[in-house]
Antibody, heavy 118, light 112 residues
Framework: QVQLQESGPGLVKPSQTLSLTCTVSGGSISSGGYYWSWIRQHPGKGLEWIGYIYYSGSTYYNPSLKSRVTISVDTSKNQFSLKLSSVTAADTAVYYC??????????WGQGTMVTVSS | DIVMTQTPLSLSVTPGQPASISCKSSQSLLHSDGKTYLYWYLQKPGQPPQLLIYEVSNRFSGVPDRFSGSGSGTDFTLKISRVEAEDVGVYYCMQSIQLPHTFGGGTKVEIK
């Protein structure tokens, strides 16, 4: 059973870069068929898709965040990562990693809260 | 972007009674491949969202049969035939026909 776990700093200063990693266990990130995704949820709000990456490195980003987002994959570590630059308080949210297959985000990590504050 | 609109915003249901949530999309979710890319998720308190229904009406693995999805084009419905205490949380619809993926605003279901 594939499991996902987010990790990274819970506090980031304004204008800095938010960096998170998602570790995939119970399966290989290189097995194909899955897009490895980041989704966020502002406090008390709905869900916002950030982007995803295929194990080959192909990426797709939400245009609303595209200029600030980089998603990368490290197949040797079975991990994928999110970098969001020039953060502001509006980037304070719970960040989830998830696997995407055939249209659905079917497996989610537990989420990690990131607060942007000085 | 495709806008997903859910109603109602919240629902208070007596255990054992049915519940229904509506989701409308600003564009048709019917793809030329014949599939309709509409999904339902439940986010229980303190947990990540979990997939309930894929492609309008297919229950994901392990989802009880009291959950059912229906609809076509731009109008969709999630029904719970008999609400149980474990069904509380926020329900979201989502579309995957076009990037960016977009979610509805959510419907909060609570037990009376």
């Amino acid at each position: 059973q594939v499991q996902l776990q987010e990790s990274g700093p819970g506090l980031v200063k304004p204008s800095q870069t938010l960096s998170l990693t998602c570790t995939v266990s119970g399966g290989s990130i290189s097995s194909g068929g899955y897009y490895w995704s980041w989704i966020r949820q502002h406090p008390g709000k709905g869900l916002e898709w950030i982007g995803y990456i295929y194990y080959s490195g192909s990426t797709y980003y939400n245009p609303s965040l595209k200029s600030r987002v980089t998603i990368s994959v490290d197949t040797s570590k079975n991990q994928f990562s999110l970098k969001l630059s020039s953060v502001t308080a509006a980037d304070t949210a719970v960040y989830y990693c998830a696997s995407y297959e055939g249209g659905a985000f079917d497996i989610w990590g537990q989420g990690t809260m990131v607060t942007v504050s000085s | 972007d495709i806008v997903m609109t859910q109603t109602p915003l919240s629902l208070s249901v007596t255990p054992g009674q049915p519940a229904s949530i509506s989701c409308k999309s600003s564009q048709s979710l019917l793809h030329s491949d014949g599939k309709t890319y509409l999904y339902w998720y439940l986010q229980k308190p303190g947990q990540p969202p979990q997939l309930l229904i894929y492609e309008v009406s297919n229950r994901f693995s392990g989802v009880p049969d009291r959950f059912s999805g229906s609809g076509s084009g731009t109008d969709f419905t999630l029904k719970i035939s008999r609400v149980e205490a474990e069904d509380v949380g926020v329900y979201y619809c989502m579309q995957s026909i076009q990037l960016p993926h977009t979610f509805g605003g959510g419907t909060k279901v609570e037990i009376k």
